[in-house]
């Protein structure tokens, strides 16, 4: 058990709906960061925050936008599903970026959300 | 440009023998940092190692090792005394280290099967 957590673990939905993807990070790491995996893109970076604020965007698409709340949870909304969007969502998180020991931004993965549009 | 490449989709070890899964990467970042995840049938990402661009040995953890060669840009994860639980695809991946904004980029992976 990595310490993070993510819901729901599974979501089914249709194309055109709006779905929200919850995560909460490991204990002290105020680095959130999220990934989209497709069999056929791999394993995507999507965004990281830090304490609140937005640090790096990675390949999100606009229909894609994430926060991170005052109590370091992070929500990663996905909106217009297209069926391209079935993939697994990875939520990882880390401590503060540049904080010394490089190991202390190794990113802890949580269990995924699995996403299907039909 | 930032770029992983692990050039093996697949490969096939014996039980309790060693296997080295090859990863190479390209960064312009001063100071970076290497990561191997395995991934299980089960989904889960599951970090495995760490290796800083400025340290001066290489990182082992366990039956984990990795083989860093800062100059030829490869940190290839050498796995010794391999398990049947060894069976999973394994991810190297690379982000800069720092107070920057950094994206990670993770390789297309190499699915290791152990063979009793």
Known sequence: DSGVTQTPKHLITATGQRVTLRCSPRSGDLSVYWYQQSLDQGLQFLIHYYNGEERAKGNILERFSAQQFPDLHSELNLSSLELGDSALYFCASSGAPGAGSGVQETQYFGPGTRLLVL | ?116
């Open chain 2, 1 to 116: 440009a930032q770029k992983i490449t692990q050039t093996q989709p697949g490969m096939f070890v014996q039980e309790k023998e060693a296997v080295t899964l090859d990863c190479t990467y390209d960064t312009s970042d001063p100071s970076y940092g290497l990561f191997w995840y395995k991934q299980p049938s089960s989904g889960e990402m599951i970090f495995l190692i760490y290796q800083g661009s400025y340290d001066q040995q290489n990182a082992t953890e366990g039956r984990y090792s990795l083989n860093f060669q800062k100059a030829r840009k490869s940190a290839n994860l050498v796995i010794s005394a391999s398990q049947l639980g060894d069976s999973a695809m394994y991810f190297c991946a690379m982000r800069g280290l720092g107070t920057g904004g950094f994206k990670t980029i993770f390789g297309a992976g190499t699915r290791l099967f152990v063979k009793a």
